[in-house]
């Protein structure tokens, strides 16, 4: 068996000897809804209401390109997965040899019973998978392409989760209050280990989620502004929190956990930055809210503004 | 019915130092906010915590969160957990306000089992955390691997495989890992380290203990996971992945006799 090394990320990563593994499914392409224009380009979805999401049939559009198609000497299966990375619940929808003298696109449109045990609180990643089978071998990955459903999730650091108004008053605030973001670890290895999105929670005030929503999705400068003030905070909490916990450079274990991407997102690489960093927000805690809202380019955004002049 | 118990509120049990007064958690405890069918009852909950008592007394005084005898006691605890509350609903056992309710009502056996000596021990992280405090990693572990009953599981535990192995085991290698999503494979690594009881491991000509073979290999399997689709594999075909990732490293696997 020849052992192909790498490392699950939901983006394209070529195993040495594995070819194809980019090309075969370049243009398929993830449809939110039959009136959408198909883009291959696209690969996450940000999805604000799931309990609309299948009225507009979305649907997965597999396409294996002829160039690569030609070059394959053996017999390949397709499949389709859904995954759920919080609850760790999967579900195969489709699983096919390809006919290779019969090449057409396969539409498989997303129906709720395949996600009865989802939890739709996070992201959920569909993955078109063409794999080859030898006998009495075990199938490998010729390509992947994945996309990602994300439900309300930001930078997929987190994923906010609408509450009652009664909740908010339990942690101090009120009934008016808007959200509340709450980081639940306490060690280095919380940060660097588990994923994200299970420790760090941002609940939302059911009474104004959708409103929230709409004034967050208007595509207006305003709009823009207004996101990425709400996300540039509570990166903020994470980054202080992370900073304060660990004490030296935390080398992630797990791509998904507050650790790796918060240190992508600063673009730290290594236990230098990160000690200079750290010492930047000992100094003031402000030096991080700034440093975010430039990465997250807030002032480019505002600049777009085009209002009434006074 | 209300089984959510939010972090301030537990904060307040324990700066109190409230822990045995079940009327008060039972005031503090709110709904989750979102709707869900929940299949167990109080009685279930209360149940639990009488069985979990149980298993306690047993437990040496002198243990320590560390100490590995735990293994035994936490087998037993995982087949209690799961076994009552097998129709958790899976947004309920993701969310941290129950397991920090499920821990604070069954509070003896969480202290004991993070060798609390005092009340001032308390670390919210020990009651809420999903996967990682005690109560919620147990049920995962059972989860992570449960068959429903089928002629196929006929006559056999389902939590046969699931009181196998160590913490270090499960939290590393099962709990904390994406590709857990396959309980085929997950099966597949318990069976592969755990079955027979007793077994020798060597790797490249040395001998070496079962959490080292587990540690060394099981890097290997989450990297093969790039270009092999666990979610299709069958568990006997996820056996041999193992067993053909092992002899690629020279991990030997040798039966006692």
């Known amino acids: ?310 | 019915m209300k089984f959510n118990l939010t972090k301030p509120k537990l904060k307040l049990i324990a700066d109190n130092n409230k822990w045995k007064d079940q009327k008060l958690l039972a005031d503090y405890t709110e709904e989750f906010g979102f709707e869900c069918a929940i299949k167990f009852s109080i009685e279930n909950i209360f149940e639990l915590k009488s069985m979990l008592n149980e298993i306690n007394k047993n437990v040496p005084s002198n243990f320590n969160s560390r100490s590995p005898g735990w293994q035994i006691y936490d087998s037993k605890a995982c087949e209690l957990i799961h076994s009552i509350l097998k129709e958790l609903p899976i947004k309920v056992a993701i969310s941290s306000g129950f397991w920090r309710y499920l821990s604070c009502c069954c509070y003896e056996y969480v202290f004991k089992r993070y060798g609390y000596s005092s009340n001032e021990d308390f670390k919210d992280e020990h009651f809420g955390l999903i996967r990682e405090a005690i109560l919620p990693r147990l049920w995962f572990r059972a989860d992570s691997i449960f068959k429903m009953n089928s002629d196929e599981t006929e006559g056999i535990n389902p939590y046969e495989l699931a009181k196998l192995g160590s913490s270090d085991f499960w939290s590393s290698f099962i709990l904390r890992r994406d590709f857990a999503r396959s309980r085929n494979l997950n099966r597949a690594m318990v069976k592969y380290f755990f079955i027979p009881n007793k077994i020798n491991w060597i790797l490249k000509d040395i001998p070496i203990s079962v959490t080292e073979a587990f540690r060394t290999l099981g890097k290997e399997i989450q990297k093969q996971h790039s270009i092999t689709p666990y979610e299709i594999l069958s568990e006997k075909d996820c056996l041999k992945l193992i067993s053909e990732l092992a002899s690629e490293i020279n991990l030997i696997k040798h039966l006692e006799n």
Request: charge should be negative; hydrophobic fraction near 35%; glycine fraction near 4%.
């Open chain 1, 1 to 310: 068996m020849t052992i192909i090394k790498g490392s699950e990320s939901g983006e394209y990563l070529a195993p040495g000897g594995v070819n194809f593994y980019k090309s075969l499914l370049k243009d398929s392409y993830f449809l939110e809804s039959e009136d959408h224009e198909p883009d291959s380009s696209i690969n996450t979805f940000a999805i604000s209401y799931r309990e609309e999401f299948f009225e507009f049939k979305p649907s997965i559009n597999v396409i294996l390109d002829e160039n690569s198609l030609r070059k394959i000497k053996k017999e390949i299966f397709l499949t389709i997965i859904v995954k759920e990375n919080i609850s760790r619940q999967c579900e195969i929808l489709y699983e096919e040899m390809v006919d290779l003298k019969e090449n057409k696109t396969i539409q498989l449109i997303l129906e709720e019973k395949y996600f009865e045990n989802f939890t739709f609180n996070n992201s959920i990643h569909l993955d078109a998978i063409v794999y080859s089978k030898e006998k009495d071998k075990l199938p490998t990955i010729e390509s992947i392409k994945r996309f990602t459903l994300r439900f309300t999730g930001i930078l997929g650091l987190f994923s906010p989760e609408p509450r009652p108004p009664e909740f908010f008053e339990i942690y101090g605030g009120g009934k008016n209050s808007m959200s509340l973001t709450i980081i639940e670890a306490e060690n280095k290895d919380q940060f660097t280990d588990l994923n994200a999105s299970e420790i760090l929670k941002v609940y939302i005030n059911e009474n104004c989620v959708r409103e929230f929503d709409l004034m967050l999705n208007q595509n207006i400068a305003t709009s823009d502004a207004l996101s990425i003030y709400w996300v540039s905070n509570i990166v903020t909490q994470a980054v202080l929190k992370l900073f304060a916990v660990c004490d030296k450079y935390p080398i992630p274990k797990n791509s998904e956990s507050i650790a790796s991407r918060i240190l992508k997102f600063l673009e730290i690489n290594s236990e230098d930055e990160y000690d200079q960093m750290r010492i930047l927000i000992q100094n003031n805690p402000e030096n991080i809210n700034i440093k975010i809202q430039n990465e997250l380019k807030l002032s480019e955004k505002i600049q777009d503004f085009r209002g009434k002049k006074k």
